[in-house]
């Protein structure tokens, strides 16, 4: 870089963006550099000869890093709340009980995340409630689409879950749409009983 260093620009960049996670990307090979630019708050340190492949490892980590990080303060801010940021999310469950109110509170918490979220209970216990509730509070704009996969085998799960082109099997006179498909930018939820 022309005028600055990217060891001098670190400082500037967490100042300004302190949530981001920065990469260090650099032609300079030397240890002192890394562990200065660690210490002073990169996520990583990768030499320019570094592989595409370790490029996006590092980005992967670092976005999960900061997902991770992002999710732990909604959960932390979510539970030192007594107010859900989502109340008509959980219209459809009513109840005056304080440890479902801290259910609640986790749910939007976790609503967010880009991770799967899975819900167990016994039949009847509320699941696809919960699901539809965690689907509300994610302000995803995408359809919700539950599916109870308990009667299912394999291949009418999977069929469910892909669809399937018109001849993919005896019997498939037409395109059918699976739920991802119906589901963009939202969520699939898959419940199973026990728990």
Do not use: W
């Amino acid at each position: 870089m022309p005028h600055m260093s990217g060891r001098e620009l670190l400082p500037l960049v967490i100042r300004r963006f302190p949530d981001v996670p920065i990469l260090i990307v650099t032609g300079v090979d030397e240890v002192r550099m890394a562990v200065e630019c660690m210490r002073a708050g990169a996520f990583d340190y990768l030499v320019n000869r570094s592989d595409a492949e370790t490029l996006l490892a590092a980005v992967r980590r670092a976005i999960e890093v900061h997902e991770t990080r992002r999710e732990n303060a909604l959960l932390k801010k979510s539970l030192l709340s007594v107010e859900l940021s989502h109340p008509d999310a959980f219209a459809g469950l009513v109840t005056g009980n304080r440890a479902m109110h801290s259910l609640f509170q986790y749910i939007e918490a976790v609503a967010a995340s880009s991770h799967p979220i899975l819900i167990t209970g016994e039949t009847g216990s509320g699941k696809e409630l919960v699901a539809r509730a965690a689907h509300k509070a994610s302000d995803r704009k995408g359809e919700f689409v539950a599916v109870n996969i308990a009667g299912l085998d394999d291949n009418v799960f999977s069929d469910s879950l892909f669809g399937h082109l018109r001849g993919a099997f005896t019997g498939a006179m037409e395109v059918r749409k699976g739920l991802i498909e119906r589901a963009p930018a939202g969520r699939c939820f898959s419940t199973r009983s026990g728990s």
